[in-house]
C-alpha cells in the first residue's frame, strides 16, 4: 500500500527496481495503472495526471521502465511506455512513451511515438544542464 499525496487512503501498489535514490512504484486502479516516483527523502510525484490526457484506460503494461544515466551514472530521465484506447475508436490499442525529467525534480516533458523520439527528448534534459 502507497499513501499518494492530496489522496484519501492508500492505493495498491507494487514496487520495481530503481537507481539508488529512486523508488518506482507501479499504481493499480483496475483497469488504469501508472507510475509513482518515490525521490528525496520519500517524496513522491505522480504521473497519473499525465497519463489521464492520452485516451481511455491509461495502463503501464508489461514494457519496462528506462532510466538514462549521465556519465556518472545518475539518473535524469525516466522514460515509460503507456498504453491505451482511443477516444474516438475505443477497439483501437495506442501507446506513447512517456519522459520525465529527474532534475532538479521531477517533472513531465512529454508524449512520443518511438523509442527514438523520446531518448532524444531524455537526452536533450542532460545536454541542457
Not at 12 to 23: I, L, T, V
Not at 95 to 111: C, D, E, H, I
Request: charged share 20%.
Amino acid at each position: 500500500s502507497l499513501r499518494l499525496p492530496g489522496q484519501e487512503g492508500t492505493a495498491d501498489a507494487g514496487r520495481c527496481r530503481a537507481p539508488a535514490g529512486y523508488a518506482l512504484y507501479i499504481v493499480e486502479e483496475d483497469p488504469r495503472s501508472y507510475v509513482v516516483l518515490g525521490y528525496s527523502k520519500n517524496k513522491l510525484f505522480s504521473t497519473q495526471p499525465h497519463t489521464q490526457m492520452l485516451g481511455l484506460f491509461p495502463n503501464i503494461g508489461d514494457s519496462p521502465a528506462e532510466w538514462r544515466l549521465d556519465k556518472g551514472g545518475k539518473p535524469y530521465a525516466l522514460i515509460v511506455r503507456l498504453l491505451f484506447q482511443d477516444a474516438d475508436t475505443p477497439d483501437k490499442g495506442l501507446s506513447r512513451l512517456q519522459v520525465y525529467a529527474l532534475q532538479p525534480t521531477p517533472r513531465f516533458v512529454g508524449n512520443f511515438v518511438s523509442n527514438e523520439q523520446a531518448r532524444q527528448a531524455a537526452d536533450a534534459l542532460i545536454k541542457s544542464r
